[in-house]
């Protein structure tokens, strides 16, 4: 099987003592490529180094809602400049968070706007994310209509899933959809059509089962697209290949 992890964090400190060996292990077991999100300056000094280093990782660059009230004038001119040199794949993960609420919800909408509209301006696909916030994340999206991207690491209801198709954008699945309790979760694998799916590890987070609770790696990637390929009724491999199609489709073939 060949697959995709199209959501992990390798820049984070988890992965500082065996950056390396993590990367080689996903490549040498049928990884063919990962997106290693940034978010922030310093960690996308480190992602593109990454991506010189191995010509099959992508990087993003957004700042999270977590981080919006930091998001000032030097950030999005970063932003854009990064974005204008197609340094990055991708605008992300941004978006919306009233879980945690790390950030004031008016900083959030306005961090999540103008990188929106950056992304518009320079073509560049997205990456959400949203939690507690769906209502608002859907309507925001249906303001800045004619973006592409994904939904990361879904978690949302029936209702903003179905929002999220309508206006195109892909819906990424993460380990969660093996945890014992994410029965609702699954019923949106099942429906969810092949061509807008995903598979995302958001390591170091959310390890599946069976290795919950410890730090999660790309390779672990494998065992969401099993889970998934299971609920669906279909073949691994079939699956797998759909996905990593429509994750060329949505960044491309790298050439960064």
Same mark, same amino acid.
């Given at each position: 099987?060949?697959?995709? $992890?199209?959501?992990?964090?390798l #820049? ?5 003592e !065996?950056r390396?060996?993590?990367i ?5 077991? /049928?990884?063919i490529?990962l ?21 099959n990782?992508?990087t ?5 809602p977590? !981080?919006?009230? +930091?998001?000032?004038?030097r950030?999005e !001119? ?8 197609r340094?990055?794949? #991708?605008?992300?993960?941004i /978006?919306l $968070? ?5 950030s ?8 999540f ?6 992304? *518009?301006?320079? %073509? ?9 916030a $769906?209502?608002?994340?859907?309507? @925001?999206?249906r303001k ?11 978690? =949302? ?7 999220? @198709?309508k ?10 959809i093996?945890?014992?309790?994410a ?6 694998? *099942? ?5 807008r +799916?995903?598979?995302?590890? !958001?390591s170091?987070?959310? =390890?599946?089962v069976?290795f919950?609770? *410890? ?5 672990? +990637? ?8 299971? +609920?669906?009724g279909?073949d691994?491999?079939?699956?797998s290949?759909?996905?990593n ?6 960044? /491309?073939? %790298?050439?960064?």
């Amino acid at each position: 099987m060949k697959f995709i $992890d199209s959501h992990c964090h390798l #820049a984070m400190d988890s992965f500082s003592e !065996d950056r390396d060996e993590v990367i080689k292990r996903f490549f040498n077991e /049928g990884g063919i490529a990962l997106l290693s999100v940034s978010t922030n300056i310093d960690e996308f000094y480190l992602n593109k180094k990454l991506c010189e280093k191995y010509s099959n990782i992508y990087t993003s660059l957004g700042w999270h809602p977590h !981080d919006a009230k +930091v998001f000032g004038k030097r950030e999005e !001119d970063f932003l854009k400049q990064v974005a204008e040199k197609r340094l990055i794949n #991708a605008i992300g993960e941004i /978006g919306l $968070d009233f879980y945690y609420d790390n950030s004031p919800r008016e900083e959030q909408i306005r961090a999540f706007e103008i990188q929106l509209k950056i992304a *518009k301006k320079y %073509n560049l696909p997205v990456i959400i994310h949203t939690r507690d916030a $769906d209502k608002e994340t859907a309507a @925001v999206l249906r303001k800045h209509k004619g973006i592409k991207g994904v939904i990361h690491c879904f978690t =949302s209801g029936e209702e903003f899933f179905n929002e999220a @198709v309508k206006l195109d954008y892909y819906i990424s699945f993460s380990g969660i959809i093996t945890f014992p309790k994410a029965d609702d979760l699954r019923k949106l694998v *099942k429906k969810a059509p092949i061509d807008r +799916v995903f598979f995302e590890t !958001d390591s170091p987070y959310l =390890s599946p089962v069976p290795f919950r609770g *410890k730090r999660n790696e790309p390779l672990r +990637v494998k065992h969401t697209i099993e889970k998934a390929a299971e +609920v669906k009724g279909m073949d691994i491999s079939t699956l797998s290949n759909i996905a990593n199609q429509n994750f060329f489709n949505l960044f /491309g073939k %790298n050439n960064l």
